[in-house]
């Protein structure tokens, strides 16, 4: 189950996400929209086809796709399926986690500053500003967990936290909405970026990706959709009951995959992208989110803060 | 020095126009603008022999009545600019430079507006952008060539940090040569299809003031039952590109259930336009002497039915979009140009109305059958993204009002009348409020009946300098808002 559960997060997850999203969003709007399956065809697309690269660039912003693929690869590895042991698990995978993804964006934004453009170098200095945000966040939550639990590996937090004291719940809640700001955040989603937006002037992610073209761009894609799809098993594996077996470990996730993924459309239904500047407020609601769970596993488990 | 008080639409002798000293000219227009008059056209006429003259348009908004006089001066001499002492000036300025080698003395932005740009005469003057200096300073350059389906222009912003202290607007590319054009080749026909041109997305505005001066100088009157075709056709457009407008703000800050609403009942506007003339953009609809469709009793049904549902979504569609906060915190205190600075460069249109200056054509100098009833000119304070958008929404109101009420009381009678030749030594200025703001063709014929000079203005000439000044000190990532919440257009600057 577990080698099954990472394949669908490879091969289907990342475009069923995408795929999901767009035609919600497309329904709302009125339009038929194109199909669920679209992302997988426009990969393809970008495979077969061929690559034209700036001549002010150098090996880094070849270096850039490749090592971008491998970290969420390797990302996913370590991210067990609901209420079972992941396929890398060791006490502490979840720095090594997190600073997967850590090296993943430093490579994407050496190479959007590789390329020598004004709108990249933009994109670039906003993903850190707002990176510097989120990361701090996801480690308070994540240090909130093990504390509660005592456990360092990720499937060991979130077995023992199913056991734990009731105020669990609350720190599942607030873990709950830290991750899916995460969510919003890490994947480029309105209100932080705007995925659909043609104006180099307002983007974030997709800027920095503006140089690469064919297999290159199909990696950075493939990239970018999979670190959102971790980010939502972590989520799955955060609220999800205990006592349920793989199979239902997998339907869980498939579930809550599904729901997330018209969560995120209707957001960006219904809602206008902040202003560049008021982005950071956004992220830091993650941040006194995380504090708050810190502070209440502090007062209830030491009796005192 | 008396300057000609003359009225829009209506021609007087060439010879009856004033022409004063230069110094004398270049004062009183001062003058007159320091006491409220507004600069209309400013440009230059080169004669047959070595001189060239001015000829300024002032317009007093209040008394519906327009100030004409020229100057006389020998080619390639300069004389002491106005912009100086009337901003407003400036780029009209640069124009007569360009165009008559006449250098305004003391000009501090003397540019090029149009040529020597993309290499189309490499000869004439380089531009040269103005540069920010300091360590934390750094420049980005958007364009020529954009994303998505944009004309071009270059913008360069001067930013520190993501904060916009300056952007430079570099136009041109789009250069037809649309005034030389209009004088080379005068068959009607011809011409009528240049107006067209003008401004793709302003057909019936460039279209209007051009018949409009053609008859006017033609003597004769079109029809009453084609001036309200005109008028419905005229406000079509405005209700199109205006729902165009907020669905593509909706976009720019990814509020998709505006974008897509008000994109859709775009698409039912130019439609109605596409039922009376064929073309969605009112192509071929207007002919001097008339109109060349009439509005049959089963389209009148058709446009009233579309108008009466054009307006109750677009007041549904409007109350979502302006209580939703988050797109009023992206539309408030976003891209603000005071009524001050406004007045200033000469804002028009809505872009005008929206800082505060209740100009509106239609309401101070109206033509055609506009006369025959009152047209409102809104306007609100704010002068920011907000106010922009928000009068699209009233104007839009306002012209299914307008639209209703002339298919309802649609006239008998023919649609066209046959024009004859235009008559020899004229002037005329027509001026017409296209959804973008005051449009103005000035026609100047020879003493042979055919047209010596055609000057066109559209609105985008006024505004765009007001572009550039709305992003100063915004973030750089909210130009694009600014930019579609003023619309310009890029070929009706280039001409």
Redesign the interface.
Known sequence: MKILFTLFVYLIAPFLLIGLVNKA?AL????RGAPVRQPWFDLVKLLRKGEIISRTTSFVFRLAPPINVAAAVLAVLLVPLPRQQALLHFPGDFVLFAYTLGLARFMLVAAAMDTGS??E??GA?REVTFASIVEPAFFILLGTLALVTGDTSFADIFRSLNYSAGYTVLVKSLGTIVLFIMLLAEGSR??VD?P???????MIHEVMILDYSGPDLAFMHYAAWLKSVVVITLLANLVAPSGIGPAGGFLFFSALFVILAFSVAAV???????????VPQFIFLMTALAITAFVVVLFFRYGRI | MKWLKIINVQPVALADIPLIDIHDFRAGMIHRMHSGLRLVQFFAHPQEDTTVTLFAVLADDGQASLYVAGAKVARGADYPAVTPNVPAAHVFEREIYEQSGLLPQGHPWLKPVRKGIAGIDPSEMPYEFFRMNGDEV?????GPIH??VIEPGHFRFSCT??TVHHLEIELGFQHRGLEALMIRNQHPLYQMKLAETIAGDTVIGHGTAFVNAMEALGGVRCPRRAEQIRVIALELERVGVHLGDLSAL????????G???FG?MRTQAINTSMVISGSRFGRGLLTPGGVRFDISGAMKRDILSTVDELQDKTELAAEVLFT?S??L??FER?GIISEATARNIGLVGPAGRASGIPIDVRADFPFGAYASFPVHAFSLKSGDVFARAYLRYVEIIQSLRIIREQVETLGDGPVSVNTGPIKGGQFVVSLCEGWRGEIAHTVITGRDGRCARYKIKDPSFNNWFGLALAVRME??????LCNKSFNLSYCGFDL
């Open positions: 969003k709302w709007a009125g339009r004004s709108f170098g933009m200095a309105v209100p705007d659909n937006t043609h104006l180099e002037l307002t960006e239904s219904l809602m206008a992208r902040l202003r560049m500047s008021h | 750094h420049e980005v350059g958007v994303a998505g940090g993501e909706s976009g720019d800050v990814a509020y998709l259930t974008q897509s609403v859709a939703s988050s797109v915190s992206r976003t973030g750089i990532s909210d130009f694009p």
